[in-house]
């Protein structure tokens, strides 16, 4: 069978699976868009609250439902490196908007963390259920009902997931994501990698580390590396939800306002007011779900999205598994090396070609889809461009090129970096897993090792320091689930974990947490599921229990007598130190409502 035709039998398999729950959904979609304008059925009252602050002009204009009014939904903080270009946003969305006959107003505003500012800290165990809550601040935001299409200015990593549940959520309106773009290069990414480690191993100091982290991230945009936020912006343009080209142009340059100002125009245009109608639950469909996968396996993308990626599925009714996302990854190729897959940063990734040529690529072989619906028109073809700026500063597009302008970065279906997308399904005893391995060296994709028992990152850097770790083993971090304490990312683990490889040691990391893009080149399984908190079989190993984790077969097992096993209680610790303390105890019914990993680990959508 060949790679299309395997690409279109995953796809009919989840449009099968998803019918039920994908026709319910489409049916109350349908039923919102028919009752048209929605500031129609508010009353004078309403409205008069809803409009106080426009002009007379537009006062009179909103009132008669004769222009459309564009809903701005921002992530924008000034904290976030990411985040503080969209301070500027909303006035040019409403200038060009004024331009092109329309109104634009802030809805509201979402929370948005900084995962690498609360990584291993307290704070971080909000950070998976911060996508939640911000589909749910998205949404108190468009219930005014003043409005006809919306725009989403959110990029990192658990804000673009919760948008897009918002936007799904509200499928009648149309929908158009506007990015910020990455920050401009810095200290090189293994250099910053190097100096982490050299911290690890003390032999540099906290001033040292300090100077080579604040020279990697060192101004507005994304963080360069390839992580959570990054890929979002990728799924972003190959599901259809950026403007063409869009993604990776950096913020504060006359390209990146013009298109901002080019996203409240088409916003415009694809109302119910005009004649290019597109609702994004209705342009969202299987195909475009499997174009995300695709595009997450071909570039080596973020662990985080087999939980997102099945939590904004489902937001549109449509099933997607772990199983679906392992396949696929069987037969896309990787065709790009950004960090930690590799030296480069996004910029670089940009500069080779980016997503045009990307794209260009895996419709030429017949791995993604191209007739979808995006936010641009019908067909993903006219995303094989690069983003120009124009006469006049208005955008131009040019064909994507038809090599790699670095091969080393962003290579062809016929020259992968690997055969496939090196993220795949661990199925055993030990319950499911997710493991990526693009990064990790082939002689590492088996390991067979005593367990040596963890029940928080500290922990494991503790024994670390203390000289107990010198050895070949399986790190269990357990109780790191999103019941047990939200799932944080434990990025503090890959430091002393890659030290003790590069020693030597054959070791890997089993963890019902989550490790996020990052988590390189110590193989991991992660999301383990169910969790320990839930009694699930990692809760039953035993320190010295030998497990083998095989990312060749997917399979990971404790190797021990099935009755045996069986018989053993569960372990059960005490989690009131993590129930307690920055906002942790606001989250409480977020930890007892919250659904399995493989499912999205989501409250909304688990019942």
């Known amino acids: 069978m060949s790679a299309h035709a395997r690409i279109s039998a995953i796809t009919d398999r989840i449009v099968e699976r998803s019918k039920p729950t994908r026709e319910r959904y489409l049916e109350r979609l349908r039923a919102a868009a028919s009752q048209g304008v929605q500031r129609s059925v508010l009353g004078c009252a309403n409205l008069a609250h809803g409009f106080a602050v426009c ?68 704070g971080m165990e909000l950070s998976l259920f911060s996508r939640d809550l911000i589909a749910m601040s998205a949404g108190v935001g468009l219930s005014h009902n ?64 300090l100077e080579a982290e604040s020279k990697s991230y060192h101004g507005p945009g994304t963080c360069t590396f390839y992580g959570t936020a990054n890929s979002n912006q990728m799924l972003m343009e190959i599901m259809g939800f950026h403007m063409p080209g ?74 997607l598994t772990w199983q679906d996302i392992a396949e696929l990854s069987e037969i896309v190729p990787l065709l790009a090396r950004v960090y930690p897959n590799g030296l480069a940063d996004v910029n670089h990734f940009q500069a080779a070609g980016g997503m045009g040529f990307l794209i260009k690529e895996l419709l030429k072989h017949g791995l993604v889809h191209d007739d979808v619906r995006t936010v641009f028109g019908q067909g993903l073809e006219a995303y094989t461009v690069d983003a120009r700026l124009g006469e006049k500063g208005a955008v131009v597009r040019e064909p994507s090129p038809e090599k790699s302008v670095d091969p080393k970065v962003l290579s062809s279906i016929e020259t992968p970096f690997q055969a496939n997308g090196g993220l795949k399904m661990l199925r055993g005893n030990l319950g499911k897993a997710v493991i990526k391995i693009s990064s990790v060296k082939p002689e590492r994709h088996i390991i067979e090792a005593p367990a040596i028992i963890f029940h928080s990152q500290q922990e494991l850097q503790d024994a670390f320091k203390e000289g107990k770790l010198n050895r070949d083993f399986i790190a269990v971090v357990r109780f790191q689930g999103p019941k047990a304490n939200g799932m944080p990312e434990l990025h503090k683990l890959t430091p002393p974990l890659g030290v003790l490889q590069d020693r030597g040691f054959r070791v890997a990391l089993l963890t019902d947490g989550r490790m996020s893009g990052a988590s390189g080149k110590v193989p991991a399984a992660i999301h383990v599921t169910p969790e320990a908190v839930d009694g699930g079989p990692i809760a039953r ?66 019942h």
């Open 246 to 319: 869009s993604s990776f142009i950096n913020p504060g340059t006359p390209l990146r306002e013009a298109l901002t100002r080019e996203a409240a125009k088409r916003a415009l245009a694809i109302t119910a007011l005009g004649n290019e109608f597109t609702p994004a639950g209705e342009m969202i469909d299987e195909r475009s779900v499997v174009n995300g996968v695709v595009g997450l396996h071909a570039t080596g993308g973020s662990t985080n999205h087999t939980l997102h990626l099945v939590a904004m599925a489902r937001a549109a009714g449509i099933q």
């Open 146 to 209: 003043m409005f006809d299409a919306a725009l989403f200015l959110g990029v990192c990593d658990k804000i673009v997931p919760g948008l897009v549940i918002a936007a799904l959520s509200f499928g009648h309106l149309p929908s158009i994501f506007v990015p910020a773009g990455p920050m401009t290069t810095g200290l090189p990414n293994d250099e910053k990698s190097r100096v982490r480690q050299l911290f690890a191993e003390g032999k540099v100091g906290r001033a040292e580390l």
């Open 541 to 606: 190993i035993r320190e010295g229990d030998i497990i083998r984790l095989d990312a060749i077969k997917g399979t990971l097992e404790l190797l021990v007598d099935a009755a045996d096993l069986a018989e053993r209680e569960p372990v059960t610790v005490d989690l009131s130190d993590n129930e307690f303390g920055m906002g942790r105890e606001l989250f409480a019914p977020f930890r007892r409502a919250v659904g399995p990993s493989d499912q999205g680990a989501s409250v909304l959508f688990h």
């Open 55 to 122: 002009s007379p002009a537009d006062k009179d204009a909103l009132a008669g439902d004769r222009i459309a009014n564009l809903g701005i939904i921002t992530a924008y903080n000034d904290m976030l490196s990411a985040h503080q270009p969209f301070e500027t946003y909303p006035a040019i969305i409403r200038e060009a908007a004024a331009q092109a006959g329309g109104v634009a107003q802030v809805a509201g505003g979402v929370p948005a963390m900084c995962d690498g500012v609360t990584q291993g800290q307290p």
